[in-house]
């Protein structure tokens, strides 16, 4: 409600229990994601594919109107991120959205380090959109995790059709540069296009 009550964006909300969603959606949340698993990770606590597909079925179920954006792990090795992403799908889900900023360590800082920390990113959401185009599925693919100004025009390249970001502007610690750095953000794609 507070999201709304400042911005005529449409809200998205996530979780990991599908019956928190339902007040969300009452109080005008327009899109729900099963996701942002990274935290629970230093918990020690990964979900399974099994897992994920249940909260998926019974989102559906409760909110079947609603568009469904589901977060494929990165700790799936890759070939088996594209064959769930497809199941995914067929279960209904609206938009698939991929991660990867976790499991990538770069080595280097500046340019360099940018580009290692979206290869897990890049790499499933070109799996994933090759992996549709074959097959004739239509459904957008959300690349997220360990993007930057740099990295998101090669995101789109690979296949991309929306993008999201949260540490790269979470880090800062004021207003004033986050926005600056989510109009760099729009800029570096619009400017790559």
Do not use: W
């Amino acid at each position: 409600e507070a999201a709304i009550n400042i911005s005529d964006l449409p809200i998205c909300v996530s979780a990991v229990k599908p019956k928190l969603f339902v007040e969300a959606v009452r109080a005008g949340a327009l899109l729900l994601e099963i996701g942002n698993y990274d935290s629970f990770y230093d918990q020690g606590i990964k979900f399974s594919v099994e897992e994920i597909i249940v909260m998926t079925k019974e989102t559906k179920d409760l909110l079947p109107e609603i568009p469904l954006s589901v977060t494929v792990p990165h700790y799936i090795p890759l070939d088996r991120q594209v064959d769930f992403a497809t199941r995914l799908i067929n279960e209904g889900v609206d938009i698939i959205q991929t991660e990867g900023g976790r499991s990538s360590h770069p080595n280097y800082s500046g340019i360099q380090g940018l580009f290692e920390k979206a290869v897990p990113t890049l790499a499933a959401t070109s799996s994933i959109f090759k992996e549709f185009s074959k097959n004739n599925i239509k459904n957008p693919i959300m690349s997220a995790s360990g993007l930057s100004r740099v990295t998101c025009p090669l995101a789109i390249a690979c296949g991309a059709s929306a993008l999201g970001v949260g540490s790269v502007v979470n880090k800062l610690d004021n207003a004033v540069a986050m926005i600056a750095e989510i109009r760099g953000l729009k800029e570096s794609i619009e400017n790559s296009s």
